[in-house]
């Protein structure tokens, strides 16, 4: 179906004097899934652009169904691109949002491969969330392949959800990663990749391990993971992700930190605690009631929830 062998596109030759996109190689068969998370909404356009034909790459290849896109016959028919500008001019009348358009457009088009050009831009979480939940039914029943171009992780995620589905990560025009979506979320790469994938943010802490202790900003101390403690001494940073932090203790052998409730916000369904710990600012969702602001509370974290990155950024394995 649709593949990108080596494409890539200098920033003078991209639309709008646009980034440029270094050498990239990523391909979705037929009724597949890819969800291509980015690091700024620039690329969005960019790389939506390479993977329908508008824009030629400067080097390497792009093909459907082994035929070069620029040179594509009837594309009309056989690609559709969907933003959030020609989402709103889809559909039949009844469609309830955008969610329910894009569904519509994915049930009813015969195309082979529809793009999605980060159609649910702008949105606020809340009426993003509705939106997803009725793509993701539509995605459900099956369809064409699907390529979505993103800067929201979340919207990634319901993308590549089903059997086979890809998500691969893209920062400043460089891919980092590529697999399943269970497969990034739990072994990123690099601390780059993890900081994309996460919402809201990554929680992150800078460590120095020292013998068999981490010393943090705050000159507190920590047990290093395993990984660490083979890999030596050295500076590293430790993080996870918010839905791994809680109030509740689950095991023994979960870290605990002592972190200071600064605010509770609502993002879409979700209830976002914002938390502060040796000069870091990290994220918790809520469980239950919100924590009052001002207050120290007791946080775990169960190790194998933890990642640890080197200096320069990659991961160390557990």
């Known amino acids: 179906m649709l593949k ?113 050009d980060d159609p649910l831009a702008g949105h606020d979480d809340a009426s993003r969330g509705k939106a997803r939940e009725r793509i993701a039914q539509a995605l459900a029943r099956g369809g064409p392949a699907v390529v979505l171009v993103t800067t929201h992780p979340d919207d990634a995620l319901v993308l590549a959800a089903g059997e086979g ?25 690099t601390l780059a990749a993890a900081r994309l994938l996460a919402n809201p943010g990554l929680n992150v802490i800078e460590v120095e391990a020292t013998g068999d202790r981490f010393r943090l900003t705050d000159g507190s101390t920590l047990e290093p993971p395993a990984a660490v403690r083979q890999a030596g001494p050295g500076r590293y940073s430790i993080a996870f992700r918010a839905e791994h932090i809680t109030r509740r203790r689950t095991s023994e052998a979960a870290l605990r930190f002592a972190v200071r409730v600064e605010d509770t916000t609502a993002t879409g369904a979700k209830r976002v605690a914002r938390l502060g710990f040796a000069g870091a600012h990290w994220s918790m969702i809520v469980d239950g009631d919100d924590p009052a602001p001002g207050l120290v509370i007791n946080a775990f974290v169960e190790p194998d929830a933890i990642l640890v990155f080197d200096a320069e950024g990659r991961r160390l394995p557990a």
Not at 14 to 20: E, H, Q, T
Not at 165 to 176: N, Y
């Open 4 to 116: 990108l062998e080596r494409a890539a596109r200098s920033s003078a030759a991209l639309w709008s004097r646009g980034p440029a996109i270094a050498p990239l190689t990523l391909s979705v068969g037929a009724g597949g899934r890819l969800a291509i998370i980015v690091s700024d909404a620039a690329l969005t356009r960019a790389l939506a652009r390479l993977c329908d034909g508008r824009d030629k790459p400067t080097s390497g290849r792009v093909t459907l169904a082994g035929e070069p896109l620029h040179r594509l016959s009837k594309r009309a028919q056989r690609l559709k691109t969907l933003s959030r500008r020609t989402v709103r001019r889809s559909g039949d009348g009844r469609a309830k949002d955008e969610g329910d358009r894009i569904g519509r457009v994915l049930a009813q088009t015969g195309a082979e491969l529809v793009i999605l």
């Open 165 to 189: 589905g890809q998500i691969a990560v893209i920062e400043d025009g460089r891919l980092l990663q590529v697999g399943p979506a269970v497969d990034l979320l739990r072994r990123p790469e």
